[in-house]
């Protein structure tokens, strides 16, 4: 894998070809950092997000994993990170906590918005509470995702229709959620596998939606039944059933 610091193009000519009277983005200019565990995915949205003299949009860095992250983050100064909720090293949440001076700095912030597969309440809630301006899932259009960055770049809050309730919901809420211990144990990788587990997804069927192999999912199902010390898929069902995550 190339070098996750290494920019996307210079930064001189992205900027003089956005601010172009020609261009398709006017005098728009936004610095973004890609951070997604699959690379396939990540080269779908240079190419569809990064084309800079159309859309204004400067890919300066990528990483796979938490510690990418913080190091990338840290060393371009974006203006704005799409964010993967589930990545390796703690997920999209571990980063946010360990970038939270680079999201107060008042002179210079460093905006964060979530751009995932999943649309369970718990993730959206979840990064939105850690400091995300906003939540979109994968099935958004290459256009709105540019116009997304845009406002999160300007400061708004933006959610895929759907998911903006999740957090009405939650923020509207006095009482704070309950924490569940056993649920804390789940990386956000084996939560969101326990979820497919639950829904009566096949191994192989998972290992296709997540873009990992059945020996990674056969792992992560360990895993999740060592830590809620179950015995099998259907009392792992019962429990997520319990606790509406499917």
Known sequence: MSDPTEANGTAGEAAASAESPGGGAGRRHVRVVLVDDHRMFRTGVQAEIGQTEQTGVEVVGEAADVDQAVTVITATRPEVVLLDVHLPGGGGVEVLRRCATLMADTEQP??????????????????IRGGARGYVTKTITGTDLVDSIFRVQEGDAVFSPRLAGFVLDAFASTDAPPVDEDLDRLTQREREVLRLIARGYAYKEIAKQLFISVKTVESHVSAVLRKLQLSNRHELTRWATARRLV
């Open 110 to 127: 460093v905006r964060f918005l979530a751009l995932s597969v999943s649309d369970a309440a718990e993730d959206v809630i979840g990064v």
